[in-house]
């Protein structure tokens, strides 16, 4: 593949890695889950997370819609077809249409972020 | 799907009770939320990335009057779902 272009989005995350960004993963939220219920293990906290976004994935396949209160919702849309471009050589191609996930922060999630006390 | 679901799920398969099952549901969702309110960023691998972004103030306008106001600096959460994911959506099989 060739170089991809410029894109201040991807440069911006690039810094940010160097930096040492902190990021939470799965296996630190695990972790915490144990530590917090001394009466889960850190197998089963495991297992529980897994099959937690395992069927919110699936049910995201499925099409249909999940709301998590005080999380937020997530739902699919569908994006039609639409005619594209190959960047490389400018030629016209179709896109064809895909299912998109997105997610909307609930009110009592989004307050907290934003540092507001609920 | 709800929370609800969820739990069922988990009561279904971890040989939880009922009360337990919706108690360690909610523990992982409290605990997503408490990371993410202190601005670190969250990734399930094979689901996304939630990220917390800081916006700055800009203007806006509003729509009903028109008239200009001031739209505060915030701190915002976004999500950005993985390739497993969107794949998913999209029956690509994750195998191939």
Sequence with gaps: MARRPFDLRTQQRQTRQRAGDPAVTKSDLVASIAIKNPEITKKTAEGIVRLIFERMRDTLARGERIEIRGFGSFYVKSRGPRAGRNPKTGASVTVEGKRVPYFKVGKDLRERVNGEDA | ?96
């Design chain 2, 1 to 96: 799907m709800t929370k609800a679901d969820l739990i069922e799920s988990v009561y279904v398969q971890a040989g939880f009770s009922k009360k337990e099952a919706a108690d360690v549901v909610d523990l992982v969702f409290e605990t997503i939320k408490e990371t993410l309110e202190r601005g670190e960023k969250i990734k399930i691998s094979g689901f996304g990335n939630f990220v917390v972004r800081e916006k700055r103030s800009r203007v806006g306008r509003n729509p009903q009057t028109g008239r200009e106001i001031t739209i505060s600096e915030r701190r915002v959460l976004t999500f950005k779902p993985s390739q497993v994911l969107k794949d998913a959506l999209n029956g690509v099989d994750p195998q191939a």
